[in-house]
């Protein structure tokens, strides 16, 4: 009896001091609080304009950040390589290309194709799925470069599945690479048709609800308003439209509702990217009354997403994270900063790759013609032929020196200005400047100035492109560009500067100036959810915009009220309480430098 009693009450200890030991499980990921998270991405998307068209904005559009959330006016991108691919994976790894893997949209991959370089979530071990009829073939697509977790995969981790995470864009890459390796599904169109597609790495066939959209007359309303006619090709076309917003926006709608996000046990997660600013800012810059228009086009969509979010998820807004951010920035277009003086020349890099093929043969095969350097690039990264030079007996380093060494002469051909035909007063025509340049077993060894610009570079490494050569031109310089248009790839501040900004019951009204980073969005919302940082994170955690926990409360579910009916049966009907709706007061912290505003009413 003695025994027994003894073994009954060291059960009853053993017991009490493993279950005081047990976690508590309080992190909104397993709780559902919030109910959704939504990453917003407008791609090429400069942080000025909201500073420039403020005054355009509508209650719940840019101004639900701007007026009612924490704004970070001086978020800059810290690596150098400003591209879709790549900004869309940092946003959602919390790291930079040396963490993530992503160093461009496309790059040459020998052992993969031959003929053209590769995109970076172009898979030929998949299929694309809901392709239309008679559409060209093209091979599948997945995350499979992409070399880190983002916050979505560590919420579908940490939650073990039961997390939803999907990814949307009118492009590929910025749908599937911010959401991530594990996410549900990532939903794209086809170029020429515009009707949205995924891939077996997702799905063996769309669900029903994308096929229902796909033929609901959305995709000819998107066409009809674009006021477009003769459309051969949806992305550059109507993407370069506000109609394309509209349509994007239409089709989140009906993921969430077809998904059912926001109504699980757990919380789900949206990325979603908007590239119609991209499409039209680089056929006619950053500064034309074009790209205005369609900044206040996107603006006033917003505010219509955000309003719809407000009604079809359980406790509104109060229940949702916004955050807002883009993937790059953008230079004004030459045509404008050489009228201003700036030294804005357009660089011919189909003629810039002959000239180092010229001088390349000179050097190793005279009077030959060999391939050094591949054709069909774009900066900032050039690529050699391996083969040739493993063909001639030079070795990585040697032939990389060898284009380094050829880089300024080749740039220095590229213009003859005629000086004396010049007024005596004009300026002399712009003219490419070769900055500096790098190899790629340069930056592979970390052999770069100890300086910012040297960690620009550092954080912007990848071996994805075989060996290169990475250029790096003088500001407000880029490829050829037709009329007004532009482009960004560079490590200057007009690439880096892009928006932050969040929405949520956790963040604290106002306007936090100080250097922050878009590495930070990611980190932020995985210590707020509860879950690990992403596999290779460095963003720092936005304490200054959090209010205590304490201070943070979601809108309560309905209660639901029993009562009998007139033959004894059971009615039920739910009914919210005051607390379900009120918002939450923020509370200004020291940092804000704006006045501190109620949340607007779910």
Not at 464 to 493: C, I
Request: aromatic residues 10%.
């Amino acid at each position: 009896m003695m025994k027994m009693l003894k073994r009954f009450f060291s059960l009853i200890l053993v017991f009490a001091l493993t279950a005081g030991l047990a976690p508590r499980v309080n992190a909104s990921a397993y709780d559902a609080h919030p109910k959704l998270v939504v990453i917003l991405v407008i791609d090429q998307f400069r942080e000025d304009y909201l500073e420039r068209y403020r005054a355009d904005f509508k209650p719940k559009g840019f101004r639900l950040f701007l007026d009612h959330g924490a704004y970070f006016p001086d978020c800059y991108y810290n690596y150098s390589n400003l591209l879709t691919a790549p900004g869309h994976s940092t946003i959602g790894t919390g790291a930079y290309t040396d963490g993530h893997g992503i160093g461009s949209n496309a790059w040459w991959d020998l052992d993969r194709n031959k003929e053209r370089p590769v995109t970076s979530v172009e898979d030929e071990r998949y299929a694309i799925v809901g392709m239309p009829a008679g559409a060209q073939p093209s091979p599948g697509r997945s995350p499979r470069n992409l070399l880190a977790s983002t916050v979505g995969d560590e919420l579908r981790l940490n939650t073990k599945g039961e997390a939803k995470v999907f990814g949307i864009s009118l492009k590929d890459r910025a749908a599937i690479l911010p959401a991530g390796a594990a996410a549900n599904g990532a939903f794209w169109v086809d170029e020429a048709t515009g009707t949205y597609t995924t891939s077996t790495y997702y799905m063996p066939q769309l669900p029903d609800w994308a096929t229902e959209f796909n033929s609901s007359g959305g995709l000819d309303q998107a066409k009809q308003e674009s006021g477009l006619t003769n459309i051969t090709n949806f992305e550059s076309q109507v993407g370069a439209t506000p109609a394309s917003i509209t349509y994007e926006l239409d089709f989140a709608k009906a993921l969430i509702t077809g998904e059912e996000l926001g109504k699980h046990d757990v919380t789900d997660m949206l990325t979603l990217s908007i590239s119609g600013t991209d499409i039209l800012g680089h056929q006619i810059g950053p500064d034309s009354d074009q790209e205005h228009a369609m900044v206040d086009a996107l603006d006033t969509d917003l505010d219509s997403f955000f309003t719809w979010l407000d009604k079809n998820v359980e406790g509104g807004l109060g229940n949702v994270w916004i955050a807002v951010t883009a993937d790059h920035g953008v230079a004004p277009s030459p045509a404008v900063s050489a009228a201003l003086g700036m030294n804005a020349a357009q660089i011919d890099v189909t003629k810039l790759i002959a000239n180092l093929n010229d001088a390349i043969n000179q050097k190793f095969s005279p009077g030959e013609k060999v391939v050094y350097i591949l054709p069909h690039q774009e900066l900032p990264y050039l690529s050699l032929n391996r083969p040739s030079f493993d063909r001639a007996g030079i070795n990585e380093q040697e032939a990389e020196q060898a284009v380094q060494d050829a880089l300024q002469p080749a740039f220095d051909s590229l213009t003859a200005p005629n000086d004396a035909k010049l007024p005596a007063q004009a300026k002399l025509p712009p003219h490419p400047v070769l900055y500096r340049s790098y190899t790629r077993l340069q930056l592979a060894g970390g052999d770069l100035p100890h300086t910012q610009f040297g960690d620009l570079l550092a954080h912007s490494y990848t071996p994805n492109g075989g060996w290169y050569v990475r250029v790096v031109p003088a500001a407000f310089q880029m490829g050829l560009e037709k009329d007004n248009g532009t482009t960004h790839f560079t490590p200057y501040s007009y690439d880096r500067h892009v928006p932050l900004g969040f929405y949520g019951v956790p963040f604290n009204t106002g306007t936090y100036h100080g250097h922050v980073e878009p590495v930070d969005l990611a980190a932020t919302f995985a210590s707020l959810l509860g879950v690990n940082q992403p596999s290779a994170s460095m963003g720092h955690i936005l304490t200054q915009a959090l209010k205590p926990a304490a201070e943070v409360a979601y809108p309560k579910p309905p209660v639901v009220h029993t009562r009998r009916g007139s033959r004894g049966t059971t009615r039920k009907s739910a009914s919210a309480t005051p607390e379900a709706t009120k918002p939450v007061r923020a509370t200004k912290p020291a940092a804000a430098t704006k006045p501190t505003t109620e949340q607007p009413q779910p």
